[in-house]
């Protein structure tokens, strides 16, 4: 498969409200129906899949300083109010997302409600298309990365800590993991460690140790995935941040792998949010 790199070149606005174009300004770039794509950068909010009945729903987040294509726009009306909304592609979904939300040239809202339905079924087409060619080539980046975990042994998609309870004290933990070799793999040591609110480590009252080890059982097959929720790993909620210390991987065949910067096999969040969904 032939993958195209793109450079995308962005004029960002600021403005906080939607403007007519003015000729007097600098020119702005027209949107052809078949050629021409309309980029913008997301100022962080939700988008929404369905907004048949103009029902502003949280379905999916945007960070703030994401690209998205455009293709096409729309109108809702809810009560004495009307929503202008953009219509996206990220991560090769569409959402609708209000267009204050997005910085993009001020004049391509207009655009697209001035374009008539023919020329804007075939932008919508090439927007489509563009937005599948970005998506393989950042899914290309997510193997490329996991194929580079192949040597250490393991790959962690994503592990996070949480509160177990309002009325107890612990800490839960949650890791996710891949195994990108040919081996399958039989047990899993995650070892890690919290901070309190000032940088120090914290001494689990329980198993009276700062260092805490967690065990996960498989089988986990080759380029299978595997995910483990651990209740109460801390017995104590002064747990503010963590770190994951290292991992020691034994396989099915007997052998051992110990990894020592568990940071080098995880997915970054940019990374994650590809595959996410």
Request: with cysteine; proline share 4%.
């Amino acid at each position: 498969m032939r993958f195209l790199v793109f450079l995308f070149v962005f004029c960002v606005t600021h403005t906080h409200a939607r403007q007519a174009p003015d000729s007097s300004k600098s020119e702005h770039k027209v949107l052809a129906n078949d050629s021409t794509m309309a980029v913008g950068v997301s100022r962080g909010c939700f988008g929404t899949k369905d907004v048949t009945y103009c029902s502003l729903r949280s379905d999916k987040y945007i960070p703030s300083g994401k690209a998205v294509v455009i293709r096409g726009m729309k109108h809702c009306k809810s009560g004495y109010t009307v929503e202008h909304l953009f219509e996206v592609i990220y991560n090769n979904k569409i959402y609708f997302v209000p267009s204050l939300d997005i910085a993009t040239d001020e004049t391509y809202y207009d655009q697209l409600e001035r374009m008539p339905a023919d020329a804007l079924a075939r932008f919508r087409a090439y927007a489509d298309h563009i937005g599948q060619i970005v998506y393989e080539s950042d899914v290309l980046k997510v193997l490329t990365f996991l194929e580079s975990c192949k040597p250490k042994g393991l790959s962690v998609v994503k592990w996070s800590f949480h509160d177990e309870s309002e009325y107890t004290s612990g800490k839960g933990v949650e890791v996710s993991v891949y195994n990108p070799t040919g081996k399958t793999i039989k047990y899993l040591w995650f070892t890690l460690v919290g901070y309190n609110p000032v940088g120090d480590k914290v001494v689990d009252p329980k198993r009276k140790t700062a260092n805490i080890t967690l065990k996960g059982v498989g089988p986990i097959a080759p380029d299978e995935t595997s995910s483990y929720t651990f209740s109460y790993a801390w017995f104590t909620d002064l747990v503010s941040t963590a770190k994951m210390l290292s991992i020691k991987v034994q396989y099915m065949d007997g052998t051992f792998k110990t990894i020592s910067a568990p940071g080098s096999i995880t997915l970054s969040e940019d990374l994650y949010r590809i595959i996410e969904d």
